[in-house]
């Protein structure tokens, strides 16, 4: 089992940036892949981002690419989602998820765990 929680939401203007959190706990040590996801009021939940086991892969949406930058910190099996140029479009719950495994995957259901989501609004 692993256990996920994120931090980092809150209010941001327009234009701005915010960057996200997700720390892992529990069974760590085994190699696993991270993701970001985001789910908008009356929207289903979509894919936003994901980052191999060792760092050296990432996947992105298109709709994030060149804003948003995933990375992680294995020693504090961790990882981050740096947000930048952020517009009301981003406004969403954001949830980090890890599947085992190293390859890399858009849909969610490839995903076995699940952060409890963090709250990004932009506003303008």
């Known amino acids: 089992q692993v256990q996920l929680v994120e931090s980092g939401g809150g209010l941001v203007q327009t234009g701005g940036s915010l960057g996200l959190s997700c720390a892992a706990s529990?069974?760590?040590?085994?190699?696993?892949?991270m993701s970001w996801f985001r789910q908008s009021a009356g929207k289903t939940r979509e894919f936003v981002a994901a980052i191999s086991w060792s760092g050296r892969s990432t996947l992105y949406a298109d709709s994030v690419k060149g804003r948003f930058t995933i990375s992680r910190d294995k020693a504090l099996n961790t990882v981050y989602l740096q947000m930048n140029s952020l517009d009301d479009e981003d406004t969403a719950v954001y949830y980090c998820?890890?599947?085992?495994?190293?390859?890399?995957?858009?849909?969610?259901?490839?995903?076995?765990?699940w952060g409890q989501g963090t709250q990004v609004t932009v506003s303008s």
């Open positions: 998820a890890a599947r085992s495994g190293i390859a890399l995957y858009r849909r969610e259901s490839e995903y076995d765990y």
């Open positions: 529990g069974r760590t040590s085994s190699n696993y892949a």
